[in-house]
């Protein structure tokens, strides 16, 4: 990635967290973190990665996201000086999860063999 689209990712990720801190009062979205935002070549598109801490709603965390993205893309527009705003696609990060799932496969692993040994 060249040093413009990540300096434009950065840009896009810090205010998109200043949104939704300050601006998207909504009691239906709570703990949520922009982990990574990746923009198009072209940057007519990005993609902005959701950490949700509760695991159970996230799937209604990011349908309500997907509600406000007009608004969220017009906040954006106003803070940043850019020819054109990119279309915006929430997903949720789910690295997290790998990376417990590949955790307790090591714990298990390590019992196992403590067991075997011992």
């Known amino acids: 990635m060249s040093y ?3 300096k434009i990712s950065s840009l896009i990720k810090e205010e998109l967290s200043l949104i939704f801190l300050h ?3 909504d009691p239906k979205i709570s703990i949520l973190t922009i982990t990574n935002v990746k923009v198009s070549p072209d940057m007519r598109h990005a993609k902005i990665y959701l950490s ?5 709603k996230r799937g209604d965390m990011l349908a309500r996201v997907e509600e406000l ?3 969220i893309r017009t906040e954006l527009a106003s803070r940043i000086q850019v020819r054109f705003v990119p279309e915006l696609h929430f997903f949720i ?4 999860d ?5 955790e307790d496969l090591f714990k298990k692993i390590r019992d196992d063999n403590e067991k075997n040994s011992g």
Not at 98 to 102: D, L
Request: proline fraction near 0%; glycine fraction near 4%; avoid cysteine.
């Open 4 to 6: 413009r689209l990540n």
């Open 23 to 25: 601006k998207v009062q």
């Open 52 to 56: 949700v801490y509760d695991k159970e």
């Open 69 to 71: 993205k007009g608004f």
């Open 93 to 96: 990060d789910d690295t997290l």
């Open 98 to 102: 790998y990376v417990e799932k590949m």
